[in-house]
């Protein structure tokens, strides 16, 4: 070992106190994550709350859920061209940012929160956004499309709900429909059966009442003489058999 090794041996610190200082670092940089994470989580829960009841309770579902897209559009805008002058600024006299982030209450501390600033730029008020808020306008902005996209999901929901329920109602409505034409069509043909029925007795005409001709009728009388040859006739001698023997005479 040269003199310079035996040099840096006697400048270099133990081995246990490079472990100390490597567990005291560690140490630290797992506190101040801790921290880091406690504070995101915060914001997190900030930015949720600025939503929900912030924008959502004091206006209309159809409001609140334009002006967060709204909202959206201006992050990812910024979040995806930082350096366009366009993306970085908005004018609150503007008709479109008027009605969706000045006038909707709750909507113009949700865009502060993500960053931006009141400002007047040739006599016309407008909103600058802070370069050094690119970490709020990350959260803000991940915050923004997840309810933006949960707000999308129970619109669709309510749009199949309303839809079946519609169907149903139609499909209900058909079913009494096509049962009132069954009874309809039931009872036409009864009736139908019916008139066929009384004009065909009425074509037969009215029917006489059988009368038993040996119960209530006598016998007619019968013309022997027409019936029965030979009735009413007297024999003669003449008319005997001559052959026929002479009567006995005792």
Same mark, same amino acid.
């Given at each position: 070992?040269?003199?310079?090794?035996?040099?840096?041996?006697?400048?270099?610190?133990?081995?246990?106190?490079?472990?100390?200082?490597?567990?005291?670092?560690?140490?630290?940089?797992?506190?101040?994550?801790?921290?880091?994470?406690?504070?995101?989580?915060?914001?997190?829960?900030?930015?949720?709350?600025?939503?929900?009841?912030?924008?959502?309770?004091?206006?209309?579902?159809?409001?609140?859920?334009?002006?967060?897209?709204?909202?959206?559009?201006?992050?990812?805008?910024?979040?995806?061209?930082?350096?366009?002058?366009?993306?970085?600024?908005?004018?609150?006299?503007?008709?479109?940012?008027?009605?969706?982030?000045?006038?909707?209450?709750?909507?113009?501390?949700?865009?502060?929160?993500?960053?931006?600033?009141?400002?007047?730029?040739?006599?016309?008020?407008?909103?600058?956004?802070?370069?050094?808020?690119?970490?709020?306008?990350?959260?803000?902005?991940?915050?923004?499309?997840?309810?933006?996209?949960?707000?999308?999901?129970?619109?669709?929901?309510?749009?199949?709900?309303?839809?079946?329920?519609?169907?149903?109602?139609?499909?209900?409505? @058909?079913?009494?429909?096509?049962?009132?034409?069954?009874?309809?069509?039931?009872?036409?043909?009864?009736?139908?059966?019916?008139? @066929?029925?009384?004009?065909?007795?009425?074509?037969?005409?009215?029917?006489?009442?059988?009368?038993?001709? @040996?119960?209530?009728?006598?016998?007619?009388?019968?013309?022997?003489?027409?019936?029965?040859?030979?009735?009413?006739?007297?024999?003669?001698?003449?008319?005997?058999?001559?052959?026929?023997?002479?009567?006995?005479?005792?």
């Amino acid at each position: 070992m040269s003199d310079s090794d035996h040099i840096l041996d006697a400048t270099r610190p133990p081995l246990d106190v490079i472990a100390a200082a490597a567990e005291r670092r560690t140490q630290q940089d797992t506190h101040l994550s801790g921290a880091q994470l406690l504070q995101e989580h915060d914001q997190r829960q900030m930015f949720r709350r600025l939503i929900d009841p912030g924008i959502f309770r004091p206006n209309s579902k159809e409001v609140a859920f334009v002006s967060l897209k709204t909202l959206l559009t201006l992050a990812e805008n910024l979040l995806r061209e930082p350096d366009n002058l366009k993306f970085q600024q908005f004018k609150a006299t503007n008709d479109t940012i008027r009605r969706r982030l000045i006038e909707p209450k709750g909507t113009l501390e949700y865009a502060i929160a993500l960053g931006f600033r009141p400002d007047v730029k040739e006599f016309q008020p407008i909103y600058v956004f802070n370069p050094r808020k690119m970490a709020e306008l990350r959260m803000g902005a991940a915050i923004l499309r997840e309810a933006v996209d949960l707000e999308s999901q129970k619109q669709e929901r309510a749009q199949r709900s309303k839809k079946e329920e519609k169907a149903a109602i139609e499909a209900a409505a @058909q079913n009494v429909k096509l049962a009132f034409l069954d009874d309809r069509m039931t009872k036409k043909m009864r009736d139908q059966r019916e008139r @066929q029925h009384r004009e065909s007795r009425k074509d037969d005409g009215p029917m006489s009442p059988l009368t038993p001709i @040996q119960a209530s009728s006598p016998s007619p009388s019968v013309d022997l003489q027409t019936e029965m040859p030979g009735v009413g006739q007297t024999l003669t001698s003449s008319d005997r058999n001559v052959d026929s023997p002479p009567p006995y005479n005792d």
